[in-house]
Structure formats: structure tokens, C-alpha cells
């Protein structure tokens, strides 16, 4: 089965596409600031409306990919949030000052989340070099996939890699290709990255 999953930044949006097909819901608020976490009674609702999968951004600002203690605690009480409601998961991504992962923190926020599902965001695609921080974030273990435009900003400009991705990634590491993949383009890059997770805010009708 291949999951696609739809980004949301308000209920209505989030029913409608669970009525049009979609499989999972990445809940944020802000999409005109690439996502933000989400309003926590807005998510509960939600979890209490669909019956599909529901993940939840976790992005306190969006200054940057940089968090600082006050941020962490923000980021562990909307954890705690989603592991009391049985949210199916959570996405984050961190990176330091020179646009590397920041693993310290990744394993800080990788501990509180289990036994929920995290993957890493798009903030791998803007590290400054992407196939090194994608070997060092599998072989890290702290997370359970990965949502990337392999590095660039639209998916279709990156197919060869993103297949290469999909392909060589393991049966427990989701693989989330994402980057302009829209209902009106994704049979053609499915066709060729064949990946079983895709993302975006079109890529199911409604």
C-alpha cells in the first residue's frame, strides 16, 4: 500500500482530505511559514474526527532550525501531548549553526518521543551536504524516516536520486518523498522512485 499523506494547517482542510483519500494527516499551523506547531485543542479534535493516522509538526518558530532550552520544553510538552492522545507520530528536524543536524538535540528529542513515531523534515534538504546528513541520520537510529526532496526544492528535479533513496531504503525506515508532488504529478514520479510514502498539500484533490 502507498501512504500518501496530506499537510494541513486547519481542520476543514484536514476532514476534506481524509474524505477525498488521503491515508495520514501531517497537522501544523502556518503552512505560509513552511509549518509551525500545530494548536493542540485543534489536534485533539482532530484525532477525535478522522479515523486516519494523524502526525504532528513540532516547530516552535520558524527563525530557524535551531532550538534553545525554552524551545526543547515547548517541543517535550507537545510530545507528552500527542503520546497522551495517541497521535500516531511526530516530525521535527534540527540543525546547528553551520546547517548539519544537530544530533545532540535529535537524541534529547528522539528519547522523549518514544515509543511514538519521529521523522525527520525537510530541514535535511538545506544541510550543506545532503548525502553525508542522510547516511549519518539511518545510521544514527534516532528516528523512523525522513521527509526530503533529496536536497532540492522540487521533487521532479530530483528523480534519479530520490529513487535511488526509495530503493535502498529499509522495510522499518519510512522514506517520505515530498518537494511539489501534487495529484496531477504523482503517477509520472511514482512511476519512477516507487517509493511507498509520499507528502505534500496537493497531493490528494479536495
Known amino acids: 500500500m ?22 495520514r494527516i501531517e497537522y501544523c499551523s502556518n503552512l505560509d511559514q513552511d509549518g509551525l506547531t500545530p494548536n493542540l485543542d485543534e489536534l485533539l479534535t482532530l484525532s ?9 509538526m513540532l516547530r516552535p518558530h520558524s527563525n530557524s532550525f535551531t532550538y534553545n532550552k525554552n524551545d526543547i520544553e515547548k517541543i517535550r510538552k507537545t510530545i507528552n501531548f500527542c503520546k497522551k492522545n495517541k497521535i500516531d507520530g511526530v516530525v521535527f528536524g534540527c540543525l546547528n549553526a553551520k546547517n548539519q543536524i544537530d544530533f545532540t538535540t535529535l537524541k534529547v528529542i528522539s528519547n522523549i518521543t518514544k515509543p511514538l513515531k519521529l521523522i525527520f523534515h525537510k530541514a535535511i534538504d538545506i544541510t ?5 546528513s542522510l547516511r549519518e541520520l539511518i545510521d544514527s537510529e534516532m528516528v523512523d524516516g525522513v521527509l526530503t526532496t533529496g536536497g532540492k526544492q522540487k521533487a521532479m528535479d530530483n528523480l534519479e536520486l530520490l529513487s535511488k533513496i526509495s530503493k535502498f531504503s529499509s522495510k522499518n525506515f519510512e522514506f517520505i518523498a515530498c518537494g511539489n508532488i501534487t495529484y496531477e504529478n ?9 517509493s511507498k510514502f509520499y507528502h505534500g498539500k496537493k497531493i490528494i484533490k479536495f
Not at 550543506?128 to 553525508?132: G, H, P, S, V
Not at 504523482?186 to 516507487?194: A, E, F, L, T, V
Open 48 to 56: 477525535k474526527t478522522i479515523p486516519i493516522p494523524i502526525r504532528c
Open 2 to 23: 502507498v501512504v500518501k499523506e496530506v499537510c494541513v494547517d486547519n481542520l476543514k482542510d484536514a476532514v476534506r482530505a481524509y474524505e477525498a483519500g488521503a491515508n
Open 186 to 194: 504523482y503517477d509520472y514520479i511514482h512511476s519512477i522512485i516507487k
Open 128 to 132: 550543506t551536504d545532503f548525502d553525508k
